[in-house]
Nanobody
Framework: QVQLVESGGGLVQPGGSLRLSCAAS????????MGWYRQAPGKQRELVAS???????NYPDSVKGRFTISRDNAKNTVYLQMISLKPEDTAVYYC??????WGLGYPRRGYWGQGTQVTVSS
């Protein structure tokens, strides 16, 4: 099995910054794409950033220029640096990883973290 543990959420004022971390552990051979998603109350979960194992990144227009995703492959960890935060960024943030695991045939499966709350408010 694989576990994803997120950290770094909290309360921040508009215009502030936060850095989220997500560490993967368990029966991991390698991790393909990793990503951060968010879900605000009453809304669908949406992608806010993704990164391939080669370092290629993707962002929706709503966060482009304010959010930066990065990863440390040696630590199986993905980060999300958020600056110029806005009240509409308030949500539970989840990390996701596409994991290749030890086992017959090297099974591949997507895993989610438990989520971390980010609240942007004055």
């Amino acid at each position: 099995q694989v576990q994803l543990v997120e950290s770094g959420g909290g309360l921040v004022q508009p215009g502030g910054s936060l850095r989220l971390s997500c560490a993967a552990s368990g029966s991991i051979v390698s991790i393909n794409a990793m990503g951060w998603y968010r879900q605000a109350p009453g809304k669908q979960r949406e992608l806010v950033a993704s990164i391939t194992n080669g370092g290629s990144t993707n962002y929706p227009d709503s966060v482009k220029g304010r959010f930066t995703i990065s990863r440390d492959n040696a630590k199986n960890t993905v980060y999300l640096q958020m600056i110029s935060l806005k009240p509409e960024d308030t949500a539970v943030y989840y990390c996701n990883a596409d994991v290749v695991m030890w086992g017959l045939g090297y099974p591949r499966r997507g895993y989610w973290g438990q989520g971390t709350q980010v609240t942007v408010s004055s």
